[in-house]
């Protein structure tokens, strides 16, 4: 919330339009977790007291919500995140004033609260405004079956959002068009720039 506050105060205060910006018209960005910001391969968090980290996370940012979150996801947040993947998200938002709608599978076991908990640790709380349905791609097993299914979904139940770009690890959302931009793994220079372009093409 902090980071999205400063911003928009910054925005009021001086004019910082540039070559990029989109002012006055909502931007959207749908992210995926697994594969871009935690790379598949980052496993620290098993190094850790999780169930310590919970209570001090919850007593130091005088928060409870981190009580009631699954210790490994919370230590997936906190240890097992790429920084630099971040850094990079974190532009695209101030650069584009951005929404964030979470497609990962992430929001199949986390109500939308729960997820901007764990974001939170990130000042990245207060750009979670939805997810895609966590049921509309399921099997009758639970499994997460069909992204391209419920982002258009989505879009199509959101006609306002003109503006928006789709990242994700699975190659197989080229389905959704030059909105999709593949991220192998982490957000790294060229995919920001492939996130860019994304965001600009009708």
Known sequence: MILRKCYNELKVRESLEDEFSLP???CVLFLDIDGVLQPLESQKRFNYDLDG??????????????????????????????????AYLKQLLLRFNMDIVLHSSWINYQ????????????????????????TGGESEDGVYINKNF?????????????????????????????????????????????IIEAVYKE
């Not at 919970?54 to 409870?64: P, T």
């Not at 419920?150 to 959302?173: F, G, M, N, T, W």
């Open 150 to 194: 419920v982002i258009r979904k989505y879009l199509e139940e959101h006609p306002e959002i003109k503006h928006y770009a789709i990242i994700d690890d699975d190659s197989s959302l080229s389905e959704l068009g030059e909105k999709f931009v593949h991220v192998p793994n982490r957000i790294d220079e060229e995919t920001f720039i492939k």
């Open 111 to 134: 109500s939308l609260e729960q997820l901007k908990c764990l974001f939170r640790l990130h000042q990245l709380d207060d750009y979670i405004v939805d997810t895609t349905d966590p």
């Open 53 to 86: 980290l919970k209570n001090i996370l919850a007593e130091q940012l005088n928060d409870d919500c981190f009580l009631h979150l699954d210790k490994y996801d919370v230590g997936a947040v906190f240890f097992d995140w790429d920084f630099v993947s971040i």
């Open 24 to 26: 006055n018209e909502r």
